[in-house]
């Protein structure tokens, strides 16, 4: 069996990861999937204009910085996993540049990696208290085929 968890930088995804840890097999496969926006180079091109250089220049050194703080949540969520008991061969990162949209990109990988489940947090980083759901984990089940959801709370 082979679980995607869907990993963003709040509570909700590591109460996923917590959830998981508990509740599978050591022998599953996981995947800890995060979509990193970045500014591609189309959008670098776009934008260009010499009064925004600079700023095109900051943004990207804040997208180096955040890549950073993504592997280091990636790595705890792994120490989560492995001190459940889940062999580190078990577990693979993937921390891919956003390419459609966050939960389209969700989506691709699920249903392209012959997943079993995809594991979502039922809210996440904005977490505003008006909605039930975060818009990626509504566009992930609402669009998803041929592919479990465990939407954790
Ligand atoms: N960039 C991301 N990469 C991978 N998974 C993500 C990402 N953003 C959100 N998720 C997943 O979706 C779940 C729900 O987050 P979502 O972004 O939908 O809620 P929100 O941040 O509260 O609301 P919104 O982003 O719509 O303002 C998270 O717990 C996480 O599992
Ligand atoms: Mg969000």
């Known amino acids: 069996m082979k679980i995607l968890i869907s990993i963003d930088e709040s509570e909700y995804?590591?109460?996923?990861?917590?959830?998981?840890?508990?509740?599978?097999?050591?022998?599953?496969?996981?995947?800890?999937?995060n979509v990193m926006p970045i500014i591609s180079s189309q959008l670098e091109r776009q934008l260009y204009h010499p009064l925004f250089a600079q700023k095109i220049e900051e943004l990207k050194s804040v997208m180096g910085e955040r890549k950073k703080e993504v592997q280091v949540l990636m790595g705890e969520c792994c120490s989560i996993l492995t001190s459940a008991g889940i062999p580190e061969k078990n577990i693979e990162v993937k921390i891919r540049e956003k390419e459609i949209g966050i939960a389209r990109d969700i989506i691709a990988e699920a249903e392209g990696g012959s997943y079993d489940a995809v594991v979502i947090g039922r809210r996440g980083l904005s977490a505003a208290a008006s909605f039930v759901l975060g818009s990626v984990s509504n566009k992930v089940i609402q669009h998803i085929k041929n592919c479990t959801v465990w939407l954790v709370d």
Request: hydrophobic share 50%.
């Open 13 to 33: 995804a590591k109460k996923a990861v917590n959830y998981v840890a508990n509740a599978v097999n050591p022998n599953v496969k996981i995947t800890l999937f």
